[in-house]
C-alpha cells in the first residue's frame, strides 16, 4: 500500500500558473531590454549635453569679445557735448 503523504497525484504547479510565469518572465526580459536602451539613449543624451554645453560656453565668449570691441569703438565716436563744442570753436576761428 502506497503512503498518500509521499505521492502528490498534482502537478506543482497549474498550467495557468505556468502561462503567468512565462508572462511574468517576458515583461522581465522586455523591461530589461528597455532599462539598457533607456541607459544607451541617457549615455547618449549626455554626451550631446556636454557638447553643446561647452559650444554655448565658445558663444559666450565670442558675444563678451564682440561686446568689448563694439564698446570700445562706441568710446572713439565723439558725444553730441563733443560735436556742439567743436562746432563752437569752429564758429570761433
Known amino acids: 500500500m502506497l503512503n498518500r503523504l509521499t505521492i502528490n497525484p498534482r502537478q506543482p504547479y497549474s ?30 543624451l549626455r554626451q550631446s549635453n556636454a557638447l553643446l554645453a561647452a559650444e554655448n560656453e565658445a558663444f559666450m565668449d565670442r558675444l563678451g569679445q564682440a561686446q568689448q570691441r563694439v564698446e570700445a569703438l562706441l568710446a572713439t565716436i565723439p558725444s553730441e557735448d563733443d560735436e556742439v563744442s567743436l562746432t563752437n570753436e569752429e564758429a570761433d576761428q
Open 15 to 44: 498550467i495557468g500558473m505556468i502561462s503567468e510565469f512565462d508572462d511574468l518572465s517576458d515583461k522581465i526580459d522586455r523591461l530589461a531590454e528597455l532599462t539598457q536602451s533607456l541607459r544607451r539613449e541617457n549615455a547618449t
